[in-house]
């Protein structure tokens, strides 16, 4: 007869969760289509960034920290063979950080770069939203990737209409996405001194409220104090709230438009993941995906089973209590 050890369940129990673990070192592996993506971001570090309309985990934090966030959540959930490449705007032009590189294999370096973005990395104050989107799509046009365009769309100073940026050379080129960043409700922008320490917020005085460039889109008989070649703008002081920041979702919008681009305003990490996985973004392809959490939990079951009570009928000749 077989020894009592081989009829007792928990043997086979944990025989076969033994077996199931031994299966990990294997790493077995089971091929199904799966999207992935190919993102450039480029990211918005001018001043109004700085402005503090997000919250997390109940304390204010800035535009720029909670995009920081949202994109180390989303490169999380990108599937392997993904690519991110990373890039800053400010003034009127976007520098390329690296070009995209697999998510896999490269993940701790994206997520160093994206921890380490700041605005003090910024080479200019002024922040002119359509020329630098313009520059980006002219720059990505070599690579193959999807441009994500991060920025609340505060232009500063104020943009002349006489002098918008035509996208027609670029429109429907590349796919991507501009995403909006920030409140509805205009916030003050903090300031800081020449070491980079808090120093109070802009005020009307700290920042120019029209545009000086050009010639006035105005007609020069409505303008007070007008002169063609010293005055084009006229002698009246200039009053407006530019000190103040929200979100140019307008702006942006009619901007997405004019480059073919989409648009989605941030809200949260999860909405922001669901808006960059659309079928526009997606390519499919064959993956070798990690199944060893199979055997995984098939071990753990077993070995739980080892410690599960089972109730058994009773053997004959014993008799059931009354």
């Known amino acids: 007869m077989p020894s009592k050890a081989y009829q007792d369940y928990r043997f086979w129990c944990l025989s076969l969760a033994l077996a199931a673990m031994l299966v990990l070192f294997a790493r077995p592996e089971h091929i199904q289509q799966r999207p992935i993506y190919n993102y450039t971001f480029i990211i918005d570090i001018t001043r109004s960034m700085n402005a503090a309309d997000y919250k997390q985990d109940g304390q204010a934090v800035s535009r720029l920290q909670h995009v920081k966030h949202s994109l ?3 490169l999380a959930k990108l599937p392997c063979q993904s690519k991110v490449g990373l890039g800053l705007f400010t003034e009127r032009r976007s520098a390329l950080l690296f070009e995209p590189i697999e998510v896999c294999r490269g993940y701790n370096d994206i997520d160093t770069a994206l921890a380490k973005v700041d605005w003090r990395m910024a080479w200019a104050a002024d922040s002119r939203i359509a020329g630098g989107l313009l520059n980006t799509l002219e ?4 690579l193959d990737t999807h441009p994500i365009f991060i920025t609340d ?7 002349n209409p006489r002098y918008r940026s035509n996208f027609s050379a670029v429109k429907g080129k590349l796919k991507g996405m501009i995403i909006g960043v920030g409140g509805l409700q205009a916030v003050a922008i903090p300031k800081f001194n020449n070491k980079g320490e808090p120093d109070g917020v802009y005020g009307p005085d700290d920042v120019p409220q029209r545009s000086t460039f050009g010639e006035s889109d105005l007609n020069p008989e409505k303008i007070q104090g007008y002169n063609a070649r010293n005055a084009p ?6 009053v407006g709230a530019e000190h103040l920041s929200a979100l140019q979702e307008n ?6 438009a004019e480059a073919g681009l989409h648009y989605q305003r941030l809200t949260t ?4 993941t669901k808006a960059l996985q659309i079928r526009d973004f997606a390519v499919q392809k064959d993956i070798a995906v990690d199944v060893r959490w199979q055997a995984a939990m098939v071990g753990l079951g077993l070995y739980i089973l080892i410690y599960v009570w089972i109730v058994r009928k009773p053997s004959r000749g014993v008799r059931r209590p009354r």
């Open 72 to 74: 180390r959540g989303l």
């Open 139 to 142: 720059m990505l046009q070599k």
């Open 153 to 159: 769309g505060q232009e500063a100073p104020p943009i």
């Open 233 to 238: 703008f006229g002698s009246a002081a200039a």
């Open 251 to 256: 702006y942006l919008q009619a901007l997405s």
């Open 269 to 272: 990490e999860d909405e922001l």
